[in-house]
T-cell receptor
Framework: AQSVTQPDIHITVSEGASLELRCNYSYGATPYLFWYVQSPGQGLQLLLKYFSGDTLVQGIKGFEAEFKRSQSSFNLRKPSVHWSDAAEYFCAVTPWGSARQLTFGSGTQLTVLP | EAGVTQFPSHSVIEKGQTVTLRCDPISGHDNLYWYRRVMGKEIKFLLH????????ESGMPNNRFLAERTGGTYSTLKVQPAELEDSGVYFC??????????FGPGTRLTVT
């Protein structure tokens, strides 16, 4: 069965610092990969997605993620964090070529210090 | 364009009572999904509708949960009777034939 691991439950960074959130997946073939963000009181918002092609994908709010097939990873990065980035971040996968269910990681809570 | 909406935003009920959650997808989205996040756990898939048909209900925890999607538009998720372990946040999402799911704000259900 496919699974998604986000090893960091909670990360704290200072405003202006760089950020990397880790995501590893276990799946028989390369799935479709997503990062979602949930701000307090809000629903899940899609930050970016990877289906195929260039392994470095750009998303909204200045985020990017790099797909590394050899490491089964899809880490999320941002060069300079803003206080408004404080939220919970979820990595998710779905089987290639389908519009089926998402399998989520357990989430990483990001705290941004002033 | 309106996003996915869910009602109510919060619900507090006693064990043994019934609760019905509602989801209105983005207009024209044939795919509708329900997910649940129990406190401290991952967001877990419950079921998937394509129009009014259940495409996949493998994530439904037991027969106390009943989902419907009338006319392929809005969907309801009924829990009857509710148990303590049903507490959590219930998310609804919708999508076109693409693989990008749009999520609602969720319904926080507390069973006491």
């Amino acid at each position: 069965a496919q699974s998604v691991t986000q090893p960091d439950i909670h990360i704290t960074v200072s405003e202006g610092a760089s950020l990397e959130l880790r995501c590893n997946y276990s799946y028989g073939a390369t799935p479709y990969l997503f990062w979602y963000v949930q701000s307090p009181g809000q629903g899940l918002q899609l930050l970016l997605k990877y289906f195929s092609g260039d392994t470095l994908v750009q998303g909204i709010k200045g985020f990017e993620a790099e797909f590394k097939r050899s490491q089964s990873s899809f880490n999320l990065r941002k060069p300079s964090v803003h206080w408004s980035d404080a939220a919970e971040y979820f990595c998710a996968v779905t089987p290639w070529g389908s519009a089926r269910q998402l399998t989520f990681g357990s989430g990483t809570q990001l705290t941004v210090l002033p | 364009e309106a996003g996915v909406t869910q009602f109510p935003s919060h619900s507090v009920i006693e064990k043994g009572q019934t609760v019905t959650l509602r989801c209105d997808p983005i207009s024209g989205h044939d795919n509708l999904y329900w997910y649940r996040r129990v406190m401290g756990k991952e967001i877990k898939f419950l079921l998937h509708f394509v129009k009014e048909s259940k495409q996949d209900e493998s994530g439904m925890p037991n027969n106390r949960f009943l989902a419907e999607r009338t006319g392929g538009t809005y969907s309801t998720l009924k829990v009857q009777p509710a148990e303590l372990e049903d507490s959590g946040v219930y998310f609804c999402a919708s999508s076109l034939s693409s693989y990008e799911q749009y999520f609602g704000p969720g319904t926080r259900l507390t069973v006491t």
